[in-house]
């Protein structure tokens, strides 16, 4: 079966850190992982879902402004999994954050991340 699990979510105070997986399975998609984009999203109650950072298969980078010094997106293909490492996370940081394979168009089932103030 071709899906994307995340894990790593829960609640944290305010300065906290996290770092979420998202981990690839299925015999197919294992073998194109590391060939897609793979992109972290985030969707806030009430709110639009939003891009959060973005590692490509060649490694290059981007991140959303609001988490741009904060935020550290990485990937191991050997482990079909990708990370992001979360730091110095704020009450707006509170969404549930959702991989995406990009070329492949898979989508995982959401984490939740808390962050009290």
């Known amino acids: 079966q071709v899906q994307l699990v995340e894990s790593g979510g829960g609640l944290v105070q305010a300065g906290e850190s996290l770092r979420l997986s998202c981990a690839a399975s299925?015999?197919?998609?294992?073998?194109?992982?590391?060939?897609?984009?793979m992109v972290w999203y985030r969707q806030a109650p009430g709110k639009q879902r939003e891009l959060v950072a973005v590692?490509?298969?060649?490694?290059?980078?981007n991140y959303a402004d609001s988490v741009k010094g904060r935020f550290t997106i990485s990937r191991d293909n050997a482990k079909n999994t990708v990370y992001l490492q979360m730091n110095s996370l704020k009450p707006e940081d509170t969404a549930v954050y959702y991989c995406?394979?990009?070329?492949?168009?898979?989508w995982g089932q959401g984490t939740q991340v808390i962050v009290s103030s």
């Open positions: 995406n394979a990009r070329e492949a168009n898979i």
């Open positions: 590692i490509t298969g060649s490694g290059r980078l």
């Open positions: 299925g015999s197919i998609f294992r073998s194109i992982f590391s060939f897609n984009t």
